[in-house]
Nanobody
Framework: QVQLVESGGGLVQEGGSLRLSCAAS????????LGWFRQGPEKEREFVAG???????TYADSVKGRFTISRVNSLNTVYLQMNSLKPEDTAVYYC???????????????WGQGTQVTVSS
């Protein structure tokens, strides 16, 4: 089992940047695929980015070229660097852990509590 704690959210103007962090507990961090999801107001939770144990990454089309996911295994931490932010990126962002690099929320077994990102126009 792994526990996940997100940080780094906040309020930013359109075009700005934020870096989200997700710290994981446990000694088996390297076993997990890590993903970032988001859920905007009155929207379903959607995949943003994922990274597997070999640092292979995948992104939603809506964030390609703007967001970068990375992991530092020695720190048990996964990051989401978000650049050129848009108002439509406003959402609660969740970190998740699973065992396959897939895009569905049900493919991930462990979830953090989320961190709010608000992009003002």
């Amino acid at each position: 089992q792994v526990q996940l704690v997100e940080s780094g959210g906040g309020l930013v103007q359109e075009g700005g940047s934020l870096r989200l962090s997700c710290a994981a507990s446990g000694r088996t961090f390297t076993r997990y695929v890590l993903g970032w999801f988001r859920q905007g107001p009155e929207k379903e939770r959607e995949f943003v980015a994922g990274i597997n144990q070999f640092s292979t990454t995948t992104y939603a089309d809506s964030v390609k070229g703007r967001f970068t996911i990375s992991r530092v295994n020695s720190l048990n931490t996964v990051y989401l660097q978000m650049n050129s932010l848009k108002p439509e990126d406003t959402a609660v962002y969740y970190c998740a852990a699973g065992f396959a690099l897939r895009v569905g929320p049900t493919d991930y077994d462990y979830w953090g509590q989320g961190t709010q990102v608000t992009v003002s126009s």
